[in-house]
């Protein structure tokens, strides 16, 4: 079993829809959660960052961590086209083991 | 700001060819890593180095060697490359030590096509 779980999708919603998006993990160490953000034939982006649980907004995007659950979201309200990506859950332990385990990635269409 | 710069963007190669992934940073951060992505894998960790002069095997580190001479530059090199390592090569880095939080700033990613 992978440390981390992520559905590989592929999902596609129309414009202006919510997209949830979930990872699952293993590890209980974990303590920085991040979400990265991939366009088509480039690298990946940092999108969201939350330590610990708790929820995290930033304009159109929510970040939420439930550590009992060990289960990380994220939503994208109003979603627009340029959101088409694959979203990369990622999480690390304490800064002594910083080192990323990645989720496999979502990859998203938002149909105009 | 340039951040990473990897070299080149793509290459096919023929199997047992030597190849060296280039990768510079100009942000002065004390870790670096290597990642290969594939369909449904995700991205894998190779190779890192927590600072110049140190370096690590990550999860995928069979058949790849890195060096870190200098705080800037992270080349990756295939010894005798192999159809399997066929992907996409990513380097990043992170400001590293007590403080870091684990987040990477990536480049655009290098294509490798071995045959």
């Known amino acids: 079993q992978k440390e981390v779980e992520q559905d590989p999708g592929p999902l596609s919603v129309p414009e202006g829809a919510i997209v949830s998006l979930n990872c699952t993990y293993s590890?209980?160490?974990?303590?920085?959660f991040m979400w990265y953000r991939q366009y088509s034939r480039k690298g990946p982006e940092l999108l969201m960052y939350t330590y610990s649980s708790g929820n995290k907004e930033d304009g159109r995007f929510t970040a939420q961590v439930d550590k009992s659950s060990k289960y990380i979201s994220l939503f994208i309200r109003d979603s627009q086209p340029s959101d088409s990506a694959t979203y990369l859950c990622a999480m690390s332990g304490p800064p002594s083991d910083y080192k990323l385990s990645f989720g496999a990635g979502t990859t998203v269409t938002v149909r105009a | 700001i340039a951040g990473i710069t990897q070299a080149p963007t793509s290459q096919i190669l023929a199997a047992g060819r030597r190849m060296t992934l280039r990768c510079t940073q100009d942000m002065r951060h004390n870790a670096m890593y290597w990642y290969r992505q594939d369909l449904g894998l995700g991205l894998r960790l190779i190779h890192y180095?927590?600072?110049?002069?140190?370096?690590g095997k990550g999860e995928v580190p069979d058949g790849y060697s890195v060096s870190r001479a200098n705080t800037d530059d992270f080349p990756l090199t295939l010894a005798s490359a192999v159809p399997s390592q066929t992907s996409v090569y990513f380097c990043?880095?992170?400001?590293?030590?007590?403080?870091?939080?684990?987040?990477?700033?990536f480049g655009e990613g290098s294509r490798l096509t071995v045959l």
């Open positions: 590890n209980s160490a974990f303590q920085y």
């Open positions: 180095s927590n600072t110049a002069g140190t370096t």
């Open positions: 990043a880095s992170s400001t590293g030590g007590a403080s870091d939080t684990g987040e990477l700033f």
